[in-house]
């Protein structure tokens, strides 16, 4: 009888792990039927996001270690997981952000992004892998952040923000963040939140420095309020050219998705009339307390003059993106192809080949022959640089049999510096150095390595 | 009756490569002084500037100041920021 009884416990108690396996088995199954993610090329209206009417035993385990804080508690992990937040952006800023917000829990996720990932995206975007270049960043991103957590609904939109859909895309959500590479962008975003009365949490990242504001938030300034004007677009350095230490965008990320995680909870945010600044270098934040918004502010003052989004891309004079733009500066005869310049290479025509890039990119990489001399130190006429450029017209002038005008060839990256220098050469020749013939060569370095030599290094 | 007064300026951003003044740079300033004056002085030192017009936030003892007739009274070590915006990301 004990013998028959144990047995069955036995049993039982196998039974009973095979329904346990079971049920996982079919939770797993149930999740991975969760709607696949849908690439939005288009703005369109979503569901309004339904309020949790109280934590699952699984939100209370995965968010117990913040559950703890009493700055959050219950309270605040649901008013998580009923906002929505519009991230603008899945690069350097937007991926730690979208990263947090989707571990904390936040109810829904709009991740816009009009590129695609690149291999120089790598060091700083941390959300995308190896395996996701050529694809689209707000995919990318979106599965991504949907391993970390599949109970965030994630909206990935592979589109350009234009004051066509930004009042639209914007309105749908409760706070917006801006993650923006460009200055036309960071205008229509803070526009069309002031216009559709939504706080903008925004950072910015260049080389060793971030910056961050909650702008429009409980009566604090908007971005027009500290920028009236845009900076000429001439004086713009973007991460493409400036560069960027990827930490520094991940660190003010971080900071970002701590504010949107404040608003959203409902702890508030202190960065309305403070701009943060951060120095990578020193390993220093510094605020500044801002005024409120200024009553005479073109789009949140008290007589607004602009009621409707604008032309951002004319208003700032410079595109949407933080691709390199392609200066125009000199006629056809000031300039050569790459493929001219490699038949003069080919012909051994005496010439001198100046390349004008900081020395931080010659390190890089450079064609052997060429004599560096960096364009900032062309234009503020720095004595030994052009002593050294005077003596090298002087040996070309031998070799030229007396050339009275003898070529030099002017190279950078893209061929925008090249052209400013050509520029300033031609002003100093004849009179603060030998008269010379100065042209520039097209396109630059990448230009070179595209179509010349396929084994030199772009970057 | 105006004092004399040496304030340390802060540049960030784009106004460190126009100036090319990377750290603090110590500036002799009469005081009281309108944020206007101080901004001029600024100029005065560094015309590339210039291109930050409107486009830049001026900060005393880490206080926003809008460039105007509001009268400031410095003092020596007094920190003066200027700051452009970032836009990369
Ligand atoms: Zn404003």
């Not at chain 1, 913040?66 to 937040?85: A, D, F, I, W």
């Not at chain 1, 947090?100 to 700083?124: F, M, Q, T, W």
């Not at chain 2, 410095?74 to 452009?84: I, K, Q």
Request: glycine share 8%; hydrophobic share 40%.
């Amino acid at each position: 009888m004990a013998e028959e009884e144990c047995s069955l416990k036995v049993l039982l108690e196998e039974k009973d792990r095979e329904i346990a396996a079971l049920k996982c088995k079919l939770a797993q199954l149930e999740k991975s039927h969760a709607p696949a993610l849908e690439l939005h090329g288009k703005v369109t209206p979503l569901t309004p996001l339904r309020a949790k009417p109280a934590l699952s035993n699984e939100d209370i385990m995965r968010y117990s270690r913040q559950l703890l804080l009493p700055e959050l508690g219950v309270k605040g992990q649901l008013n998580l997981s009923k906002t929505s937040v519009l991230v603008v952006g899945c690069g350097g800023l937007g991926c730690p952000l979208a990263q947090y917000l989707a571990a904390a829990g936040i109810g829904r996720l709009g991740l816009l992004d009009y590129d695609e990932v690149e291999l120089s995206n790598l060091h700083r975007q941390v959300l995308h892998g190896e395996e996701n270049q050529g694809h689209a960043k707000a995919l990318s991103a979106a599965s991504a952040v949907r391993r970390l957590n599949s109970t965030v609904e994630c909206i990935p939109y592979h589109l350009q923000l234009s004051p066509e859909n930004a009042l639209q895309l914007i309105q749908q959500y409760d706070i917006v963040a801006d993650c923006s590479d460009n200055v036309p962008t960071r205008y229509l975003v803070n526009d069309a939140c002031v216009l559709s009365g939504k706080p903008l949490v925004s950072a910015s990242a260049l080389r060793m420095e971030g910056q961050l504001t909650v702008y429009n938030y409980r009566g604090g300034p908007c971005y027009r309020c500290l920028y009236p004007l845009p900076p000429p677009p001439e004086t713009v350095t973007n991460c493409s050219d400036g560069g960027v230490l990827g930490v520094v965008p991940g660190i003010m990320g971080c900071l970002q998705a701590l504010e949107v995680l404040k608003i959203a909870s409902g702890q508030g945010s202190s960065c309305g009339q403070q701009l943060v600044m951060f120095d990578g270098l020193g390993a220093k934040f510094r605020s500044i307390r801002l005024r409120p918004k200024q009553a005479d502010c073109a789009v949140c003052g008290e007589n607004p003059s602009v009621t409707r989004l604008v032309d951002y891309e004319t208003f700032c004079g410079s595109a949407a993106t933080d691709k390199c733009r392609k200066l125009n500066l000199l006629s056809r005869d000031q300039r050569i192809t790459v493929k001219d310049y490699k038949s003069i290479l080919d012909n051994s025509d005496p010439h001198l080949l100046l390349d004008v890039r900081p020395l931080v990119e010659v390190d890089i990489c450079h064609l052997p022959f060429s004599l560096n001399i960096p364009l900032s130190n062309l234009e503020e006429r720095k004595s030994e640089q052009i002593q050294l450029l005077q003596e090298k017209i002087s040996q070309l002038k031998q070799q030229t049999a007396g050339d009275c005008r003898p070529p030099v060839f002017v190279i950078c990256k893209l061929g925008n510096d090249s052209q400013k220098a050509v520029q300033v050469l031609e002003k100093m020749s004849g009179s603060e150095v030998d008269s010379i013939t100065v042209k520039d060569i097209s396109g630059g370095l990448m230009a070179w390595a595209q179509t010349v030599d396929p084994t030199f290094p772009q970057y | 009756m105006c004092v004399l007064c040496v304030v340390c300026v802060l540049y960030f951003a784009q106004s460190a490569d126009l100036t090319g003044v990377r750290g603090e740079e110590s500036v002799a300033v009469p005081t009281p002084i309108s944020s206007q004056d101080l901004w001029t002085l600024l100029l005065r030192r560094h015309p590339r500037l210039s291109a930050l017009q409107r486009r830049v936030v001026l900060a005393v003892r880490q206080q926003y100041v809008a460039i105007g007739d509001h009268l400031l009274t410095l003092e020596d070590g007094d920190e003066v920021a200027v700051v452009p915006p970032l836009s990369g990301g």
